[in-house]
């Protein structure tokens, strides 16, 4: 059984820096992208950032470029993101997904993502 658990949410404030981590278990982890996503209550939900199962690729949405790093430790079956110069907005359930392939990816679409977390709250807040 697939399952990917996330840790590190919590509050911080603005200007912040804080770190999420997903622990993956129950398939090959290395033979997969890895994804991590947020969803505010009423809006859909967007990919932060994904990396390719070699931890080569890494894609990072927009508001987020140069502020947020995501890496992969393939022999720990983790992924981590590490969010620096936390805005207000940041604040948001963020989930880690697996991609629905092994091999494939990364992408920034939903839909292409079969696995998720329970997800982890993050407030950026003063």
């Known amino acids: 059984e697939v399952q990917l658990v996330e840790s590190g949410g919590g509050l911080v404030q603005p ?3 804080l ?3 997903c ?3 129950g398939f090959p982890f290395s ?4 994804g991590w996503f947020r969803r505010a209550p009423g809006k859909e939900r967007e990919c932060v950032a994904s990396i390719a199962w070699t931890g080569i690729t890494e894609y990072y949405g927009e508001s987020v470029t140069g502020r947020f790093t995501m890496f992969r430790d393939n022999a720990k079956s983790t992924i981590t993101l ?5 805005k207000t907005e940041d604040t948001d359930v963020y989930y880690c997904a697996r991609i629905n392939r092994a091999f494939g990816g990364p992408t ?10 329970q ?3 993050v ?3 003063s």
């Not at 033979?31 to 890895?34: G, K, L, P, S, V």
């Not at 590490?82 to 936390?86: G, I, L, R, T």
């Not at 920034?108 to 977390?117: L, T």
Request: without cysteine; hydrophobic residues 30%; proline residues 0%.
């Open 31 to 34: 033979n997969y992208a890895m």
């Open 123 to 125: 407030t950026v807040s």
């Open 82 to 86: 590490q969010m620096n110069s936390m």
């Open 23 to 25: 622990a993956a278990s």
């Open 108 to 117: 920034v679409k939903v839909d292409d993502y079969d696995s998720w977390g």
């Open 119 to 121: 997800g982890t709250q």
């Open 19 to 21: 770190r999420l981590s």
């Open 15 to 17: 200007g912040g820096s």
